[in-house]
Protein backbone atom coordinates (compact mmCIF):
# COMPACT_ATOMS: atom_id res chain seq x y z
CA UNK A 1 0.00 0.00 0.00
CA UNK A 2 0.84 3.49 -0.88
CA UNK A 3 1.71 5.69 2.24
CA UNK A 4 0.37 8.75 0.60
CA UNK A 5 -2.83 7.62 1.51
CA UNK A 6 -4.78 7.75 4.87
CA UNK A 7 -6.19 4.50 6.74
CA UNK A 8 -9.71 5.52 5.44
CA UNK A 9 -8.30 5.21 1.80
CA UNK A 10 -5.56 2.79 2.31
CA UNK A 11 -8.67 0.54 3.35
CA UNK A 12 -10.83 1.65 0.69
CA UNK A 13 -7.83 0.63 -1.80
CA UNK A 14 -7.29 -3.10 -0.07
CA UNK A 15 -11.29 -3.75 -0.87
CA UNK A 16 -11.94 -6.39 1.44
CA UNK A 17 -12.84 -3.66 4.41
CA UNK A 18 -16.03 -2.79 2.93
CA UNK A 19 -18.13 -3.67 6.13
CA UNK A 20 -15.80 -1.86 8.70
CA UNK A 21 -16.03 1.40 6.47
CA UNK A 22 -19.72 1.19 6.66
CA UNK A 23 -19.68 0.61 10.06
CA UNK A 24 -17.01 3.73 10.71
CA UNK A 25 -19.36 5.62 8.81
CA UNK A 26 -22.42 4.67 10.97
CA UNK A 27 -20.66 5.79 13.80
CA UNK A 28 -18.80 8.83 13.06
CA UNK A 29 -15.60 7.61 13.17
CA UNK A 30 -14.59 7.67 9.39
CA UNK A 31 -13.02 11.69 10.09
CA UNK A 32 -11.38 10.60 12.96
CA UNK A 33 -9.59 8.07 10.85
CA UNK A 34 -8.64 10.75 8.41
CA UNK A 35 -6.56 12.60 11.31
CA UNK A 36 -3.00 13.10 11.72
CA UNK A 37 -2.82 9.73 14.74
CA UNK A 38 -1.35 7.97 14.10
CA UNK A 39 -3.25 4.99 14.31
CA UNK A 40 -2.97 1.44 14.61
CA UNK A 41 -6.28 -0.60 13.28
CA UNK A 42 -7.54 -4.14 13.99
CA UNK A 43 -9.79 -4.11 10.75
CA UNK A 44 -11.98 -7.11 10.68
CA UNK A 45 -11.88 -8.29 6.54
CA UNK A 46 -15.54 -8.23 5.23
CA UNK A 47 -15.75 -11.92 6.41
CA UNK A 48 -15.53 -11.84 9.58
CA UNK A 49 -18.64 -9.60 9.97
CA UNK A 50 -20.51 -12.23 8.57
CA UNK A 51 -19.36 -14.59 11.27
CA UNK A 52 -22.10 -12.17 13.48
CA UNK A 53 -25.31 -13.33 13.39
CA UNK A 54 -27.54 -11.29 10.97
CA UNK A 55 -29.48 -9.38 13.06
CA UNK A 56 -27.26 -8.68 15.69
CA UNK A 57 -25.40 -7.21 12.84
CA UNK A 58 -28.65 -5.58 11.42
CA UNK A 59 -28.93 -3.78 14.84
CA UNK A 60 -25.51 -2.41 15.13
CA UNK A 61 -26.43 -0.25 12.39
CA UNK A 62 -29.19 1.15 13.73
CA UNK A 63 -29.15 4.89 14.57
CA UNK A 64 -30.37 4.12 18.14
CA UNK A 65 -27.56 1.63 18.55
CA UNK A 66 -24.87 3.98 17.04
CA UNK A 67 -23.00 4.79 20.62
CA UNK A 68 -22.53 1.09 21.00
CA UNK A 69 -21.22 0.47 17.62
CA UNK A 70 -18.90 3.21 18.12
CA UNK A 71 -17.24 1.02 21.32
CA UNK A 72 -17.09 -1.93 19.19
CA UNK A 73 -15.25 -0.24 16.59
CA UNK A 74 -13.18 1.68 19.09
CA UNK A 75 -11.88 -1.45 20.18
CA UNK A 76 -10.49 -2.05 17.04
CA UNK A 77 -8.38 1.37 17.14
CA UNK A 78 -4.91 1.83 19.42
CA UNK A 79 -3.87 5.03 19.69
CA UNK A 80 0.23 4.91 17.89
CA UNK A 81 1.39 3.07 15.26
CA UNK A 82 2.48 -0.54 15.34
CA UNK A 83 3.92 -2.99 13.12
CA UNK A 84 3.45 -6.84 13.56
CA UNK A 85 6.89 -7.25 14.70
CA UNK A 86 6.41 -4.13 17.26
CA UNK A 87 2.81 -5.87 18.46
CA UNK A 88 4.74 -9.25 19.03
CA UNK A 89 6.91 -7.59 21.77
CA UNK A 90 3.67 -7.14 23.95
CA UNK A 91 1.44 -9.29 25.84
CA UNK A 92 -1.51 -6.50 25.51
CA UNK A 93 -2.29 -3.51 24.37
CA UNK A 94 -5.27 -0.93 24.71
CA UNK A 95 -7.59 0.16 22.72
CA UNK A 96 -9.21 3.39 22.32
CA UNK A 97 -12.16 1.97 24.33
CA UNK A 98 -10.04 1.49 27.07
CA UNK A 99 -10.03 -2.38 26.73
CA UNK A 100 -7.06 -4.39 26.98
CA UNK A 101 -6.64 -6.32 23.44
CA UNK A 102 -4.23 -9.40 24.58
CA UNK A 103 -1.20 -9.98 22.25
CA UNK A 104 0.31 -13.46 21.06
CA UNK A 105 2.47 -14.18 18.56
CA UNK A 106 2.08 -17.86 18.12
CA UNK A 107 1.69 -19.64 14.69
CA UNK A 108 0.90 -16.60 13.72
CA UNK A 109 0.03 -13.07 15.07
CA UNK A 110 -3.21 -13.03 17.70
CA UNK A 111 -5.37 -10.33 19.00
CA UNK A 112 -7.53 -11.67 21.26
CA UNK A 113 -9.54 -14.37 19.54
CA UNK A 114 -8.57 -12.65 16.37
CA UNK A 115 -5.47 -14.15 13.81
CA UNK A 116 -4.20 -10.91 11.62
CA UNK A 117 -4.41 -12.03 8.44
CA UNK A 118 -3.10 -9.29 6.01
CA UNK A 119 -0.42 -7.35 8.35
CA UNK A 120 1.20 -3.96 8.04
CA UNK A 121 -1.10 -2.03 5.37
CA UNK A 122 0.88 1.28 5.85
CA UNK A 123 -0.65 4.43 5.11
CA UNK A 124 -0.01 8.38 6.27
CA UNK A 125 -1.40 8.43 9.44
CA UNK A 126 -1.10 4.94 10.39
CA UNK A 127 -0.74 1.23 10.09
CA UNK A 128 -4.05 -1.18 9.27
CA UNK A 129 -3.69 -5.04 10.67
CA UNK A 130 -6.46 -7.30 8.72
CA UNK A 131 -7.94 -9.47 11.50
CA UNK A 132 -10.58 -12.74 10.69
CA UNK A 133 -12.78 -12.20 13.67
CA UNK A 134 -14.80 -8.39 15.25
CA UNK A 135 -13.26 -8.13 18.84
CA UNK A 136 -16.48 -7.37 21.22
CA UNK A 137 -15.78 -5.31 24.03
CA UNK A 138 -16.13 -6.99 27.17
CA UNK A 139 -19.43 -4.87 28.25
CA UNK A 140 -20.80 -6.24 24.91
CA UNK A 141 -19.53 -9.70 25.40
CA UNK A 142 -20.79 -9.56 28.83
CA UNK A 143 -24.28 -8.78 27.41
CA UNK A 144 -24.31 -11.62 24.83
CA UNK A 145 -27.09 -14.41 25.39
Known sequence: MDEKYDLVETANHAGNFRLFLQALEAAGLKDTLKETGPYTILAPVDDAFIKIPQTKLHDLFKSENRESLK???????????????????????????????????????????????????????????????????????????
Open 71 to 145: SLLKNHIIAGKLLSGEMKEHDEISSMNAEDLIIESHAGLWVNEAQVITPDLKASNGVIHGIDAVIMPQTQAAAAP
